[in-house]
């Protein structure tokens, strides 16, 4: 997001987690006196599902008292803000993709976390663009494309999940999106993801294909085989109806992002 917005000429200022504390009332209204924004762009989560489930105030605070912070903080100094919320807030059970008309039904705490914040977020902030993504990708967090080279040039079992399906959408991308709407001023609920369902497995396989480890097998597991706390949704494919009506072109399908993603990551670790 910084990148992308620096080399478009943004004046951005990145606030890392030992910079602020989003939880602490204080310390977000501070922020934003000090620095006067435009525009906030909220990136902050607890990302990790699993815990969230054995933590659930730990989960609402950042996911949700947070954002709501920081929304009143930029009601008082007349800052938009961006709010990066999830698929998670959907229970999975459609068959198809997920609109803004489409209820959600959260069935994790990070799900329900989540979908707090969005409502915090509209309820408290005078001009909001909440922007729900799924299986976000990219050079330099940990994500499951980053992981699954990392877990590949270590030679670890690999393992894909082939019975949940949504989009992965290429960080790079969405952070261009982001910077167009708040270009449009166009305030409100976003679905934004790069093109083309697939699961877990199936992006895998191509990302070390990509990648020069097509000869690596990858196990094809369920999402049950592996145990995990939090429920993930079956389905969570999303189209955007906001973006459709303004006209915005979709973003370009995943497997091609992959490509500049693989040249990337393979570039830094040279
Ligand atoms: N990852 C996905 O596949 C995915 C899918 C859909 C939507 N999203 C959404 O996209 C956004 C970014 O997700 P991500 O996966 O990139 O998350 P991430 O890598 O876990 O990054 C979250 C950031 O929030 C910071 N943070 C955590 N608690 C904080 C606090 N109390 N105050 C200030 N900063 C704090 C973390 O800092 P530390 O690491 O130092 O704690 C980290 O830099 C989130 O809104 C997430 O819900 C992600």
């Not at 679905?191 to 690596?216: I, Y």
Request: net charge negative.
């Amino acid at each position: 997001m910084n990148a992308r917005l620096t080399q478009s000429g943004w004046r951005v200022i990145p606030l890392p987690h030992s910079g602020l504390d989003i939880t602490n009332q204080d310390d977000v209204r501070d922020a934003v006196e000090l620095f006067r924004p435009d525009v906030v762009i909220n990136c902050v989560a607890t990302a990790d599902v699993d815990r969230c489930e054995i933590d659930r105030d730990w989960a609402f605070a950042v996911n949700a008292s947070g954002p709501r912070f920081l929304a009143r903080a930029c009601r008082e100094f007349g800052a938009d803000i961006v709010h990066v919320s999830t698929d998670y807030v959907f229970d999975g059970s459609k068959e198809g993709f997920y609109t803004q008309e489409d209820e959600p039904k959260p069935l994790s705490v990070y799900g329900a976390a989540k979908l707090a914040g969005e409502f915090a977020v509209r309820e408290e902030a005078e001009r909001f663009y909440v922007v729900r993504t799924s299986w976000l990708f990219g050079v330099g967090g940990k994500n499951f494309g980053s992981r699954i080279i990392e877990y590949a040039r270590r030679g670890a079992n690999l393992k894909g999940v082939i019975d949940q399906t949504s989009i992965p959408t290429y960080a790079p991308d969405l952070a261009g999106r982001i910077e167009q709407i708040i270009r449009l001023r166009a305030h409100g609920l976003y679905q934004v993801t790069s093109s083309g369902p697939t699961t877990w497995f199936d992006f895998a396989r191509r990302a070390l294909d990509l990648a020069g480890f097509g000869e690596l097998q990858i196990v094809p597991v369920k999402r049950e085989d592996l145990n995990q706390r939090a429920p993930r949704p079956h389905n969570t494919a999303m189209r955007c109806l906001v973006s459709e009506k303004l006209g915005l072109e979709p973003l370009r399908h995943w497997s091609d992002a992959l490509i500049d993603f693989v040249r990337d990551i393979t570039e830094k670790s040279m």
